[in-house]
């Protein structure tokens, strides 16, 4: 009878670890690039496309985070380069001039830590700057009010004095606008 009275001992209930994933679900879910490894999952499976990079370990099935390339959403011409290059181990030309200067900086990090050799920046000529307004003129009228910061930009780069692409007027009547929306 006196033993009922004792109180039972707390037990720590230790916390479980999450469980390793395995080889399976790297095999499955990243691919190569350069001497890191890319989600594919985030990349094409997602309504928004994220990039995700990690550090392959050779010893391991874990993957630790890259610091300088954090989940980061993307664009979908982001995606087509990544792509692009996952199928060919080639960056295309092309789709890297479509890309935002932030999303250009982002690559050329993404290729200097993953160790990329051959990769040759593109730089942009004129003419890609007034494809791009164009398309980013585009997105503002469907209403994609992401795109304003890029495009302020882009009408005060192409209204430069030197480039003379749009004129002082219609570049402050563009930014009047792009305000006002």
Do not use: C, W
Not at 18 to 33: D, L, Q, T
Not at 71 to 94: A, D, G, M
Not at 107 to 129: C, H, N, P, R, W
Request: proline share 4%; hydrophobic share 35%; glycine share 2%.
């Amino acid at each position: 009878m006196e033993n009922e009275n004792l109180e039972k001992p707390a037990v720590k209930v230790r916390k479980k670890r999450a469980p390793n994933k395995g080889e399976s679900y790297k095999a499955k879910y990243y691919r190569p690039f350069g001497r890191l490894l890319i989600n594919t999952q985030y990349l094409n499976e997602m309504e928004v496309p994220y990039i995700l990079i990690k550090h392959n370990s050779a010893q391991s099935t874990r993957m630790s985070p890259v610091p300088l390339l954090r989940r980061t959403q993307i664009s979908e011409q982001f995606r087509k380069l990544l792509n692009h290059y996952l199928e060919t181990n080639e960056i295309s030309k092309e789709l890297q001039k479509e890309l935002s200067d932030k999303e250009q900086n982002l690559l050329k990090t993404a290729m200097y830590v993953a160790k990329i050799d051959g990769f040759e920046f593109q730089s942009k000529s004129i003419e890609d700057y007034v494809k791009r307004f164009g398309s980013l003129k585009l997105k503002l009228i469907e209403g994609d009010n992401s795109v304003k910061e890029e495009l302020k930009e882009m009408i005060i780069l192409l209204s430069n004095p030197v480039i003379k692409k749009i004129k002082n007027e219609d570049a402050d009547e563009f930014l009047e606008l792009i305000d006002e929306m």
